[in-house]
Antibody
């Protein structure tokens, strides 16, 4: 079954960092670009960036430039999203998504930033 | 950045109704528009791509149309399972941007 499996919920204090994993199953990770999308509680969807897992190239939304890093480990079919200098406004569910047209999604990872 | 404005933000309709959601882009996006359905507590589900092509397995009551800067998602006969929030996403240029969402209540 084609799917993306994400790591579990995280709680961090303001100023800390978080690293979320997203593992591809049932297909070859390098077949498609991979996106990260987040959703704050009760809010809409926000696109964070994209990476080509095959070559490691990335494009980030300007809002996250300097704070986000997307990396890949093709040996384990896993992509990582690292977000630093966390603020309370970063509290959200983070999704990875891939496929021809965003047709493969992870289950989401809740990140809570609170002192 | 390309801004997408969805309307309405909230919609209440009855089973069997025809429902139309509009997504307006701040500039042309060459029909590179995707529609998603998101149910509470779930990841979004991809419905339509390049504005009007239905994803395999999506019920035929869903359709997309439009060009240039104005696009619509239509549900021809609303069903109880269509209770969800619907989002448009432009994939014409970076940064990709979502509309703010339309919540559909049955």
């Amino acid at each position: 079954q084609v799917m993306l499996v994400q790591s579990g919920a995280e709680v961090r204090k303001p100023g800390a960092s978080v690293k979320i994993s997203c593992k591809a199953s049932g297909y070859t990770l390098t077949t498609y670009f991979l996106h990260w999308v987040r959703q704050a509680p009760g809010q809409g969807l926000e696109w964070m960036g994209i990476m080509n897992p095959g070559v490691g190239t990335t494009t980030y939304a300007e809002k996250f430039q300097g704070r986000v890093t997307m990396t890949t480990d093709t040996s384990t079919s896993t992509v990582y999203m690292d977000l630093i200098s966390l603020k309370s406004e970063d509290t959200a569910v983070y999704f990875c998504a891939s496929g021809d047209n965003f047709d493969i999604w992870g289950q989401g990872t809740m990140v809570t930033v609170s002192s | 950045d390309i801004h997408l404005t969805q309307s309405p933000s909230f919609l209440s309709a009855s089973v069997g109704d025809r429902v139309t959601i509009t997504c307006r882009a701040s500039q042309g996006i060459n029909n590179y528009l995707v529609w998603f359905q998101q149910k509470p507590g779930k990841a979004p589900k991809f419905l339509i791509y390049v504005a009007s092509t239905l994803q395999s397995g999506v019920p035929s009551r869903f359709s997309g149309s439009g060009s240039g800067t104005e696009f619509t998602l239509t549900i021809s006969s609303l069903q109880p399972e269509d209770l969800a929030t619907y989002y448009c996403l432009q994939v014409n240029s970076f940064p990709y941007t979502f509309g703010q969402g339309t919540k559909v209540e049955i």
